[in-house]
């Protein structure tokens, strides 16, 4: 199926075998290095814009930062840039947009289960490599995500000016992304591909790639390359948000929005109001919606994203606040999951346990906290679980997963759930502000949750002495 790398001819593939190819990160990447394969091989730079005149083309916003690229973008001696048998293909995968009011484009599936817009991903790039080529660009972040945000807070409905998330048909092989509600102008895959946008074009900014290839930073920056990602252990998609908070904080951010509806305006792309002040208090409010929901909660990879099963019957509404966190790990499988793949793999089997063996409605835990640096959305903030009997109205049941009877999990593993995943259900109102954590075994007659994890949490300060 993947004719990118097993039938590529001189004439190219055949648009029924392209339009069988995943929407995923990996597909994009073989694309690019089949462009970049082309004659004497296209500089980076020009492999960027070659593909930004596909995803933006006659957009003014983005020509006034970074000019006007080839409509026809040619290779050596005039050659096409890219097969072109690939066109339909690449428009899918760089023009978003929203078909109806729940299908969304120009996405793809990343290798650890989130989805990246891919036009906002190249914008943040070509600007990295213009500003690495000494040439002066002072847009990165308005192209990437500032416009984006700016306009989705003046224009969507105040119950939905961020996200939503969505799932694909299916992980493994994704062709339609699905939104799970209305969409905003900021959906959460413009959000990543803006993060990662920003990210890359900061690296590269100040990394020329001389030599190396566009397609190796994205393969590493993706998690798709043996040699580790570009710039040390941090430079990783997982790591997005943690590094984008690094770049930003919220005041920064509402500048940076401010300016770029300043600069829309002049450009006649947006109406002026003539409310300045107005204006300033709706970004205000957006931009602490933002920083809620992207910078100081967690990635929670939505049930439909690792396959779950429907709920048996109904489930029972939790009376909110709750007051307690308790601390699991899941024994079973033993082994922490380390990708996107495996983890997915190991909800799927412990919801099959709890199910068919123990006979419960769903998966018992409310969360679990995976070792690929994301939390998996078992039963959730809102609806009862099975995880700590006696007392499962009145806490979250979070797991580890793996055996932590003599090792530990992933230090970001518990750093995610100690401080990510709780300060987001305080702050969102599923918490109270005082809640506390229990071991399993300090409630229930179990090794729960392992000697070596219990022991560190209780020595960190993560649970009641």
Known sequence: VLCLVLRFTSRGCSSDVLADLPLSMESFIKVVQRIEGRGLGPSPLTVVRSLRGVAYEGDAFVEHFLGDPDPFPSGENEAPMWDPTLSEFIHLMVRHRIVGQAREEGVVLGSDGTTVALGSLLLGIE?????????????????????????????SQDSQILGPDGCWDNVTFPRVFTLSGPPSLATDALVNGGMDGVLLGKYLSTHPLHALQLSTVLRDYYGLHPGGPPEGPHLISFQRRDNFRRLVNGSVLQELVLGSLATLQRLGEAEDTGQAAALEDVVKGGV?????????????????QWGARPYRGSPTQLSLPLAFMYIHHTHTPRQPCLSFRQCTADMRAMQRFHQDVRRWDDIGYSFVAGSDGYIYEG???????????????????????GDYTATLPARRSLELVRESLASCGVMAGWLTGNFTWHGHRQLVNTSCPGGALYLEIEKSGYLPG
């Open 288 to 304: 602490q919606k933002f920083v809620h929901r992207y910078l100081e909660c967690p990635v929670i990879i939505p049930r439909c």
């Open 379 to 401: 039963r959730g903030w809102q609806w009862r679980g099975a995880h700590t009997r006696g007392h499962n109205t009145r806490g979250y049941g979070i797991a580890f997963v």
């Open 127 to 155: 600007a990295g490599l213009v500003a690495g080529a000494g040439e002066s660009v002072s847009g990165l972040y308005s192209l990437t995500i500032a416009r984006n945000l700016g306009l989705s807070f003046l224009h």
